[in-house]
């Protein structure tokens, strides 16, 4: 199994600067150990697809006592009656207003969350706190919907937001006295929509990928921003803003080479034809 950023010439000129293999032979039996412990769950289970790592694993910066961070993305884009099943165990965070996030529901994933890493110590000789950051996440092209959706209409009300705003900029008589009517006025000042940002499913997914099962979610994401015209390049650009705050200590704007469009991510991620 390989490791993508590693192998294809597009993958290499991107991972020159986004990913960095480690020289350090304990790092690299790390990173052997990782792939051989997403092979192992993967033919165990045919709805795991892959692990999407971020951190100093991939940043050449790897310790002894360096953890492991990243998402186990689980398939739940399955038949109408395992889809019912599945959508049962699914749960969403209702808390914040400017993200939307789905998860399995506890047991489930508690469940998945165990195997991994119980896996990741035992093939990678870890301690618990090493492998607390690798976190599972259910993907289905419904889920993708849902997350690109909640985007889109946070865009849509920054716009309806702008228009509320010049036509409440239009009322303003600079000449008046009357401080009851600037009380008015002042009151009547639209509100600034809650910004809202991407969910960690959408950035998660374009963090260096081991196990190749996330490319057709991939391909779908891209596809279907891709039919949004400018809304879509909007999109793409909080999503990997987005996987590169993760990657770079919550920095984005940075000169790592990551892929801004949607015509250069299709390049980097290998969009089918």
């Known amino acids: 199994m390989s490791i993508e950023g590693f192998s294809t010439k597009t993958e290499q000129n991107e991972s020159e600067k986004r990913f960095t293999l480690p020289k350090e032979e304990f790092a690299k039996e790390r990173i052997k150990a990782v792939k051989e412990s997403i092979s192992e769950l993967k033919e165990g289970n045919p709805l795991i697809l892959s692990f999407c790592m971020y951190g100093s694993m991939v940043k050449g910066t790897t310790k002894p006592e360096s953890d492991i961070d990243g998402f186990l993305f689980v398939d739940t884009g399955l038949s109408v009656e395992e889809r019912q099943q599945h959508d049962e ?19 489930i994933n508690d469940q998945y969350t165990e195997k991994l890493h119980e896996t990741l110590k035992s093939q990678a000789n870890l301690t618990e706190e090493q492998v607390a950051h690798a976190k599972i996440r259910p993907i289905n092209e419904e889920i993708i919907d849902k997350h690109i959706d909640f985007i889109a209409d946070g865009l849509q009300n920054e716009r309806e937001y702008k228009k509320q705003y010049d036509e409440w900029d239009k009322n303003l008589d600079s000449s008046t006295t009357d401080f009851n009517k600037l009380d008015e006025y002042l009151k009547a000042r639209p509100e600034y929509p809650e910004p809202v940002s991407p969910s960690t499913t959408l950035a998660g997914m374009f963090h260096l990928e ?29 999503i990997i803003k987005s996987t590169e705050m993760f990657e770079q200590n919550l920095s984005s704007g940075t000169e790592k080479r990551y892929p801004r469009t949607l015509d250069e991510a299709k390049k980097v991620y290998g969009l089918k034809k």
């Not at 699914?90 to 993200?99: C, Q």
């Not at 391909?219 to 909007?234: A, H, N, R, T, Y």
């Open 210 to 238: 081991i196990g190749g099962g996330i490319r057709k979610y991939r391909d779908m994401l891209i596809s279907k921003l891709e039919s949004m015209e400018q809304d879509g390049e909007k999109i793409w650009q909080e």
């Open 89 to 107: 165990n699914l749960t969403e965070d209702k808390e914040s207003k400017s993200k939307i996030e789905t998860f399995f529901i506890e047991k």
